[in-house]
């Protein structure tokens, strides 16, 4: 089965940095795109950050100039650097992949991460 572990969560003041990591594991025939969510208490799940496979990114409006997504296609590994951390990115931030995997007929799944929390305190 594939799994998604994610870590680098924890607390941080506001204004200081994070790095969070999400490994996937399994049996992975390739990834497609990987993203970054999260959920904040009494919301929905937004879309933090993605990344395809050759690299390209996307980022909310809302992280653009504070948080960099990135991968390593060699480690099934992406990576969420966020600096200048704010209060309202305060949040259980869950990884995403798109992932092909080895047994016929070789379909896409999503699959998602445990979750790890995110907590900037003012």
């Known amino acids: 089965q594939v799994q998604l572990v994610e870590s680098g969560g924890g607390l941080v003041q506001a204004g200081g940095s994070l790095r969070l990591s999400c490994a996937a594991s399994?049996?992975?025939?390739?990834?497609?795109?990987m993203a970054w969510y999260r959920q904040a208490p009494g919301k929905q799940r937004e879309l933090v950050a993605d990344?395809?496979?050759?690299?390209?990114?996307n980022y909310a409006d809302s992280v653009k100039g504070r948080f960099t997504i990135s991968r390593d296609n060699a480690k099934n590994t992406v990576y969420l650097q966020m600096n200048s951390l704010k209060p309202e990115d305060t949040a259980a931030y869950y990884c995403?992949?798109?992932?092909?995997?080895?047994?016929?007929?070789?379909?896409?799944?999503?699959?998602w991460g445990q979750g790890t929390q995110v907590t900037v305190s003012s």
């Open positions: 995403n992949g798109r992932v092909r995997v080895t047994t016929m007929p070789f379909r896409l799944y999503d699959y």
């Open positions: 399994g049996p992975i025939l390739s990834i497609n795109t």
């Open positions: 990344i395809t496979s050759e690299g390209s990114t």
